[in-house]
């Protein structure tokens, strides 16, 4: 215990010591679960080796995202607390040098106990992926992955400078799950730094996730409730080892306009998306009638082409909030704030409203019903934050800094 | 009136199109994979002596290919330039003679289509590259092999594809560490390179390339033609499709490629032996 808290200490400092010239840093810690606690729709829980920002408490399917903006400089620590195989962290699509590309041999990897930074820079506003490299077919199997969004310097609420605007915004994560690769003796392996070759399992996934979720977890996780002329931003990913097809109705006039982080140069009117493992895809909705139904995903064999699960999520289009008040926007004030911050919320949207604010790693810090009295933020450290603020279905994110 | 205007329009590819000879011979033998199993095999070869790997015919636009498909094997197999020419049949010991002319950049596939997917899946497919351009460029031959399989085939055996799963995973006939000592495969180049990566899948399996430190351009697919234009770190190559990759790397540095369904890094349940090879580029 001592000994881990020595190298707390001592990455928090050589972090305070190389960060003077960083947008943002931040420390994940990779670790494995003890305890089966990741609860598939079944019932049954299952180990999971992954990246929190907490080195008690179990790991979250999928791991925390992170949000970044375009052109910051970052500086990424992970903590390695494996209790064996040396993990990394890769930055799918962020196409960083090889020294941070976080795959072990042509760049490094960060043994049991100890610590490693990854310096880069995001300058591409877009969705991506992170996950471990470290014998990447079982550990990303094994939950360690997550989400990252870098959004541009104009707005959040743009997909890029002078792209497109939204309102609100879904980042939905596909993946599998074959609870034989979740065994204690696959996730608490010992590591043999001799290896050259690891034995692995046929792969037969009984799980479908979106989100770590599936089947009737996926009500009131992940679902679509959007109001009468609301543009959502769907981000799609797909991080598993088959294949995804996304169709929704017709009448969310689904539109890919990026795909991997850039603009795509044709944008495609279909209401059927395909995305392949490693894929992302950025899809704007414009809900212009009334919706009740489900969107599904279906999840085909690569080597077959044959759909073997579908997932049902709900999406619901309802009227009962006008375009007009759309144009109404939540204010947020100091920013950067110290000890108080206010929201200042239109009167449509006053009822039922409620703020949450998350750190950079995405772990909720705070979360309570917005009135017209001061948030107090005092006790929450300084650094970058975001803002969640949520009221009939919709949702505003904002970036805030505590100083 | 109208054919003076194609003709006016078609003259700077014809005055520098050629004639192009070439000759195919298929010719069965067997691979070694990374387990180090032997697989019987069938492949299109440019010589009467066997190779593993799937002889590659490169054009300029505009050229006509004069083009002989010797059949050495002791079965039938047919021929098909997929959307260009005809599946022909080659009986056992014969040939079939086929002049076609290309007059655009891209890349076709050519196989086997008898039986489809059956004897495709011995190995009978490559690729035919049209390019006008001198840029560095390489050539992935994209297929997945499934232990016992081509034996099945070879035996006349009905082959279950609605449960395919495959071993072994390949470029060129080749998995990780081999793929790096394939010239053709092995991509390097220097900071600032255009450079060209000509993907077919001759298998049957959907394959998702991932490129580390770089985006790719889509210049063309066979499948998707209203892709090109993107620019993918993931890029799906769908059974049968041929894609053309631009990449210009804009930092030194190794960098792996692989197919993101990470099963497929294995090779025989074993890992790290299958798809995954690196791109080297100098500064």
């Known amino acids: 215990m001592m000994r881990q808290l020595y190298l707390a200490l001592v990455s928090f400092a050589a972090v305070l010591g190389a960060n003077a010239q960083m947008d943002s840093v931040l420390t994940l810690i990779s670790k494995i679960d ?23 408490g179990s790991l979250n399917l999928p791991s925390p995202t992170l949000e970044f903006k375009e052109n910051d400089s970052i500086q990424l620590d992970m903590w390695n607390l494996s209790q064996g195989p040396p993990y990394t962290i890769h930055l799918h699509g962020l196409d960083v040098d090889q020294e941070n590309d976080g795959v072990p041999a042509l760049s490094f990897s960060v043994a049991h106990d100890d610590t490693g930074s990854y310096i880069f ?27 990252i969004i870098v959004r541009p310097n104009s707005a959040d609420t743009m997909t890029w400078d002078n792209g497109y605007s939204f309102h609100s915004e879904r980042t939905w994560l596909m993946s599998e799950i074959d609870t034989n690769w979740h065994h204690d003796t696959i996730i608490n392996h010992t590591y043999d730094s001799t290896a050259m070759t690891h034995l692995v399992l046929d792969y037969r996934p009984q799980h479908f996730l979106i ?94 082409g044959q759909v073997e699960n579908t997932q049902n999520i709900a999406v619901t289009v309802d009227g009962y909030v006008g375009i007009s008040e759309y144009l109404e926007e939540p204010k947020m004030f100091p920013n950067p704030a110290t000890n108080q911050l206010m929201i200042a919320l239109p009167e449509s949207i006053q009822e039922m409203a409620s703020v949450t604010i998350e750190n950079m790693l995405g772990r909720r810090v705070l979360e309570q019903k917005i009135s017209d009295k001061p948030i107090i933020i005092a006790p929450l450290v300084s650094g970058n934050y975001i803002v969640r603020i949520r009221s009939k279905g919709r949702e505003w994110n904002r970036k805030l800094i505590i100083q | ?28 033998d067997s691979i070694v994979v990374s387990s180090g199993e032997k697989l019987p095999y069938l492949t299109f070869n440019a010589s009467t002596s066997f190779t593993g790997t799937n002889a590659r015919i490169v054009l300029s636009p505009g050229d006509v290919l004069d083009l002989w498909v010797h059949n050495m094997d002791a079965s039938e197999h047919h021929f098909e330039i997929r959307g260009t020419t005809p599946s022909e049949s080659i009986l056992s010991g014969d040939s079939i003679h086929i002049i076609h002319t290309f007059l655009e950049n891209g890349i076709h596939v050519f196989h086997d289509p008898l039986n489809y997917p059956n004897q495709a899946s011995l190995g009978l497919g490559g690729m035919i590259v049209v390019r006008d351009h001198s840029y560095p460029s390489f050539y992935w031959n994209i297929k997945e092999h499934k232990r016992g399989q081509n034996d099945t085939v070879l035996l006349g055996g009905a082959v279950d594809w609605a449960h395919y799963s495959p071993d072994f995973f390949t470029i060129n006939g080749k998995s990780n560490p081999y793929i790096n000592q394939d010239s053709n495969a092995r991509v390097t180049g220097t900071v600032g390179d255009e450079i060209y990566i000509y993907v077919t899948n001759t298998g049957q399996s959907i394959h998702p390339l991932h490129f580390h430190g770089y985006h790719v351009e889509v210049r063309a697919s066979t499948r998707n033609p209203n892709h090109v234009g993107r620019m993918k770190d993931s890029q799906g190559i769908y059974p049968a499709e041929g894609v053309v990759l631009r990449l210009i790397p804009d930092k030194e540095g190794e960098y792996p490629v692989h197919d993101h369904n990470l099963v497929t890094t294995t090779g025989a349940n074993v890992y790290p032996l299958g798809l995954f090879t690196t791109i080297l580029i100098a500064p």
Do not use: W
């Open chain 1, 34 to 56: 003890f305890q089966p606690s990741h609860e598939l729709h079944d019932g049954n829980q299952i180990l999971l080796m992954g990246y929190s920002s907490t080195v008690g």
């Open chain 1, 211 to 304: 989100n770590g979720k599936s089947e009737h977890q996926l009500v009131g996780n992940v679902e679509l409730f959007a109001s009468l002329g609301e543009q959502v931003y769907l981000r799609l990913a797909n991080i598993g080892n088959y294949g995804n097809r996304m169709i929704l109705s017709s009448v969310l006039n689904a539109q890919q306009v990026s795909s991997d982080g850039r603009p795509l140069p044709n944008t495609v009117l279909s209401d059927t998306i395909e995305i392949l493992p490693g894929e992302r895809y950025g899809v704007l909705l414009d809900c212009d009638a009334h919706f009740q139904g489900t969107g599904v995903v279906e999840y085909f064999n690569l080597n077959t």
């Open chain 2, 1 to 28: 009136m109208k054919a003076l205007l194609i003709f006016v329009l078609l003259c700077p590819a014809i005055v520098n199109a050629a004639i192009v000879n070439e000759s195919l011979y298929i010719l069965k």
């Open chain 1, 121 to 147: 820079k995001a300058p591409h506003p877009g969705t991506y992926l992170y996950h471990c490299h470290e014998t990447s077919v079982l550990h990303a199997q094994a939950g360690m992955y997550g989400v």
